[in-house]
């Protein structure tokens, strides 16, 4: 605890950072012809060529250049070289590093080799040696334990992990199926599956050990007619080949540069030249380097001063008696007409295609030159594009696997796209169409389903002709595949209608079918249907319609299947314990769980450790933490050792469950075992300790896990700041977020948010504003950044803090209408109605535009200090900005109109807003079903109404009543309303006062529509003129 907080609260120079940097991540003196790219650790470089091209060389001389001391040019860190070709000369090593001392003894003016440096070179030099893919395996899975023990005797770390010859085992692993791995039930041993475990260890160790990893590859000539442009690598120079990639495709992605080397055939007679070519990153520039003693150097080194530049004349021109005349090259697009392709497409005579074979065919290239030192090897500007595929290509390659029958039926299908008479002349041109070619056509994929049923049943009337199980089995595909499941499940009925007997294997694809969808009743379904049939399901079978059972929360129907199973007379295996182990699980149901264990442990075996920790991963995502520590202990006393994985997903369920002590001390356990913790561990102890308060933990979590190798990333640096900023230790925290910046992680809103909300709690705005710059210059967005921050304060109750804030930033001139916005909403919900409207009022009078947003707000606030005129306005000038109000503006409105006797104005609101907004709000909806209601004149009908709504959570308010007068006074009648009121009075809905104001709002509006049907009465007729000619002065003015 004291440590981490003086780590915390030390300052560190610049002098300091680049020591520290350049100790932790040193470089690394590359030969040619490495030296061109910059690599750094944890990249992976694959040097490929043929035989004999210097590639173990290559290696050599990196590994010389990572041993040799400092003062010699070295990096003095270890080295290891793992030899899978046996084929590494140990004296030829030997010389390479005694020359190198030699030369630079005799630069330094002392001769001969000093043999106590030879000495302590070559014991930074570890060597390994593999046999067969087993060894290779076995060294790569304790080579973390070897790191560990070496750089404890060494006092250095390792810095390079040389693989020589990484497809040595190729042939040997392609040839054999499996390699058997004795008694355990563990998977074999594939070729697929040793590249995996390879490519997975190497990662783990470049998680822990900061590495670079070499590795060399013969590589395979191919052919030049080849069409599988993935599979191979193609130089840019004339005198380059085809080289195709035989590694599996999880090596390739492994790895992230790539590096050819070859032999020039035309190189110097004294001295063998090679040439290399970087792959990837592609390059079009090739280098050509020499061997010798001195190393490898490059030929403009080694060449300078020896061959003088001489200007050749030009070669003549050769005689035209040796010139080839030019022949133009024919390409045929279709084959020789046949009996089954009586058909040649193409022009007047045929679709022949002169081409060219001098003509380039490449695209000229307009992109300029490539930096390497600018090359991300994570950018998508890098990444080859992807080529856009003609849609039919799809289809004429299902096609090519067609009969020439099938295709012509297919095309049929195609031609016509509806079944009728053309299709079935086409079908009698054929002089019968078997079983097979029935299966073969319901298997195309882009088929109408209705085209295929009734190619089925058409087929079915043929003379003599009977469905076979394929054709049957490729109907049920066929009407699965156009989503047509419940028809598929007929065809076993279909099947006996037709005299044929279903077996277990039509049910078995109607079942795998329904299991991939995740269609758990139709499979119990489907299973009841096999009852009925007589058929009794393998163990097979009831696993897999147990397992869809489980996965989709039918875990009473799967041990109901289970009681069959065992009605049957079968017997399980641990497949079928452990599907009903984990949906037991899932359910919290552990007696049960325990008592199929103590079964699966007598009848069967003891569960592995996989076994156990799926138990523990369904039991921790569903929180039952006191179930996984009671498989934590079954797993104890059967005397199974946990895995790295297991105590990961414990680890991990107990920190989100807040049982961090228990956490920690499964952490000490794996720490006691020497396993290699995964830093997901550490992030979750470290985000437990801090939910906790335990902040000096979580400091000591972060230190253990920089001496374990690994580097923190944002998540864990955002838990630290947030309990720092709890603790009151603000400025701690900005140092850690400094961290961030230094370790060239990409803050975001969560680092700051905890920094920014203490410095404004804490009332040091200069701070804030300058931690404000800093996002700025991180390209951040300030006004996301501060919408954010206002967002979260005013949702934790901080609006105090939030105004004092903003006072703050305005003077600096920060100034955004969303913040504006934010605190006119906040203060709204607090009913601080003055405050918002005079930050409303502020927002109109600057040189910011309110939006949509901010006139919504303005309408809640304005209603609610009873200016409903106001509102009114702002809800016009709305509608002439060409915006709708929010849902909550509207309902503010209408509630506020319906107070002030505007029933008219109200109602239209409603209709308004039910017409733009996608969703309005139930009651809105009820409203218009009243006053539609209301047109039957029958009080009864109201009331049933608005039980329904009562039904639906919806009580009535204002706006309910407003409706029911508003319709009454224009469909019905007084009497009608009343006895709404009166009945609405019974069941205490209304008090008496309320019916009283209700009934007398009633009469007004009455006389409202009473007077307009009297004016509009006049106006119609023409009297409203004479009216006024007589004196009157009742009529309202005109205009």
């Known amino acids: 605890m004291p440590e981490a907080r003086e780590w915390i609260k030390t300052d560190e120079s610049a002098a300091d950072m680049l020591a520290r940097v350049f100790a932790e991540r040193p470089f690394l003196p590359l030969p040619p012809p490495l030296h061109k790219i910059p690599l750094r650790a944890g990249n992976v470089v694959e040097i490929m060529g ?24 070295g990096m003095e860190r270890l080295a290891v070289f793992i030899d899978l070709d046996c084929r590494f000369d140990a004296l030829r090593f030997s010389q390479m590093l005694r020359h190198k001392l030699n030369l630079s003894n005799d630069k330094n003016s002392k001769r001969g080799c000093d043999e106590d440096l030879f000495a302590a070179s070559m014991r930074r030099f570890l060597y390994l040696r593999c046999y067969d893919s087993c060894e290779f395996l076995a060294t790569l899975k304790t080579m973390n334990y070897q790191l560990r023990k070496q750089k404890e005797m060494h006092g250095v770390s390792v810095h390079l992990l040389i693989l020589d010859s990484i497809g040595a085992f190729y042939w040997m692993d392609r040839a054999l199926p499996s390699l058997g791995l004795g008694n355990n039930k563990r998977k074999s041993l594939t070729l697929q599956i040793v590249t995996e475990n390879v490519v997975q260890d190497i990662q783990k160790l470049l998680l822990v050990h900061p590495l670079l990893v070499l590795a060399s590859k013969t590589a395979n000539s191919g052919d030049r ?23 599996p495709s999880v090596w390739q992605t492994f790895v992230t540069h790539r590096i050819h080397v070859t032999s020039d055939d035309k190189g110097h007679s004294q001295q063998r030249i090679y040439l290399a070519n970087w792959l990837l990153p592609s390059s079009n520039q090739s280098e050509s380097f020499v061997v010798n003693d001195d190393g490898l150097l490059l030929v403009p080194q080694m060449f300078a001063g020896i061959f003088p530049k001489v200007n050749m004349p030009p070669k003549p021109p050769p005689p035209a008696a040796l010139t080839k005349p030019h022949k133009p090259y024919f390409f045929y697009g279709h084959r020789i007409p046949t009996q089954n392709r009586p058909t040649v497409r193409g022009g007047l005579f045929s679709n022949r295609q002169t081409v060219d074979p001098k003509r380039d065919t490449r695209l000229p290239s307009s992109q300029p030159p490539f930096d390497f030192s600018k090359w991300d090897p994570d950018s998508s500007v890098t990444r080859p594009r992807r080529i856009k595929r003609d ?26 796209r509806q079944w009728g008479p053309s299709i079935v002349a086409d079908l009698n041109k054929l002089r019968r169409v078997t079983p097979k070619l029935v299966a073969e056509v319901l298997k195309v994929p882009d088929i109408d389903s209705r085209l295929s049923t009734k190619l089925f049943h058409w087929a079915g009337k043929q003379k003599g002709y009977r469905h076979d199980f394929a054709s049957y089995n490729a109907l049920a595909y066929c009407l699965n595949r156009k989503n047509q499941f419940r028809m598929a499940d007929q065809v076993p009925e279909l099947m006996h209608m037709q005299g044929k007997a279903p077996s277990e294997q039509q049910f078995e694809i109607l079942i795998r079918m329904h299991a991939d969808a995740n269609r758990g009743l139709r499979v119990y379904y489907v299973y009841e249907k096999m009852k009925k049939f007589d058929i009794k399901p393998r163990v097979f079978l009831y696993n897999r319609i147990m397992d869809a059972l489980v996965k989709t929360d039918h875990l009473d129907l799967a041990l109901c299947v289970y009681n069959d199973f065992k009605e049957d007379g079968l017997r399980e295996d641990s497949v079928t314990f452990m599907i009903l182990i984990k949906g037991l699980c899932k359910s919290g149901r552990m007696d049960e769980v325990l008592e199929l264990l103590s079964c699966m442990r007598k009848n069967v075996c003891k569960p592995d450790v996989f076994a156990y920790t799926a138990m523990v991963k369904i ?25 790295v994985m297991a105590y990961k997903t414990l680890v991990i369920g107990l920190c989100k469950g807040n049982q961090v002590e228990k956490a920690f001390q499964l952490f000490e356990e794996m720490k006691h075992s020497n396993y290699l913790i995964d830093r997901a561990i550490y992030g979750s102890l470290i985000a437990a300790f801090v939910a906790n308060g335990k902040v000096g933990s979580a400091c000591d979590m972060l230190k253990d896990l920089m001496e374990s190798g690994y580097r923190a990333d944002v998540t864990i640096y955002n838990s630290l700041i947030e309990g720092l900023c709890g603790a009151q230790l603000v400025d701690r925290a900005y140092k850690l977020f400094q961290v961030t910046i230094q370790e060239d992680l990409q803050p975001n809103f969560s680092t700051v948010k905890p920094i920014m909300v203490s410095f404004a709690e804490s009332n040091r705005m200069d701070d804030f504003c300058r931690l404000l710059e800093q996002m700025k210059s991180l390209n951040f967005s300030i006004l996301d950044l501060l919408t954010e921050l206002f967002s979260s304060m005013v949702e934790k109750s901080s609006l105090m803090v939030a105004l004092d804030l903003f006072e703050h930033l305005k003077l600096k001139n920060y100034l955004f209408v969303s913040v504006y ?10 009913g601080e109605v003055r405050k918002a409207l005079s930050l409303f009022h502020e927002l109109k009078s600057s040189n910011l535009e309110p939006d949509t947003v901010t006139y919504s707000n303005a309408i809640q606030s304005y209603v609610e200090s009873g200016s409903v005129n106001d509102a009114c306005i702002c809800y016009n000038t709305l509608i002439e900005m060409s915006s709708c109000p929010s849902v909550a503006a509207y309902s503010s409105l209408v509630d506020g109109l319906c107070k002030a006797g505007e029933i008219d104005a109200a109602m239209m609101l409603i209709r308004d807003c039910l ?32 039980d329904e709504m009562i ?14 007068i508003f319709g009454m006074c224009q469909h019905g009648t007084i009497e009608e309303a009343r006895k709404v009121f009166a009945s609405l009075r019974g069941v205490k809905l209304l008090s008496e006062a309320e019916v009283i104001v209700y009934d007398e709002l009633l009469i007004e509006h009455m006389k409202k529509k009473t007077a307009d049907l009297v004016l509009c009465g006049l106006k119609f007729f023409g009297l409203e003129r004479k009216l006024r000619a007589k004196g009157s002065t009742l009529l309202p003015l005109p205009g």
Request: proline share 5%.
């Open 915 to 946: 017409a733009n907004v996608v969703n309005g709000p139930l009651k809105f909806k009820y409203t218009l079903t009243i006053i539609h209601v209301c047109k039957v004149n029958d009080a009864q009908k109201v009331i049933e109404v608005i």
């Open 225 to 247: 007619n080849t069409t599988n442009e993935g599979s191979r690598y193609v130089n840019s120079n004339s005198r380059s080949q085809v080289h195709r990639e035989y590694m």
């Open 619 to 643: 039991l921790a995502t569903d929180g039952n933490l006191e179930g996984c520590l009671k498989i934590w202990d079954e797993m104890q006393k059967d005397g199974v050792e946990p895995d």
């Open 821 to 830: 916005n934010i605190l006119i909403e906040a203060l709204n919900k607090t």
């Open 50 to 73: 043929p035989p004999s091209s210097a590639k173990t060389h290559i290696l050599m001389q990196t590994a010389i250049s990572c041993i040799l001391p400092k003062e010699f040019g």
């Open 951 to 964: 039904e639906h959570g919806c009580s009535p308010d204002n706006v309910i009543y407003s409706a029911i």
């Open 391 to 416: 849609p039919s290509e799809k289809f004429f390659a299902v096609a090519q696997s067609l009969s020439p029958i099938a295709r012509y039926i297919v095309d049929s299908f195609r031609k016509h």
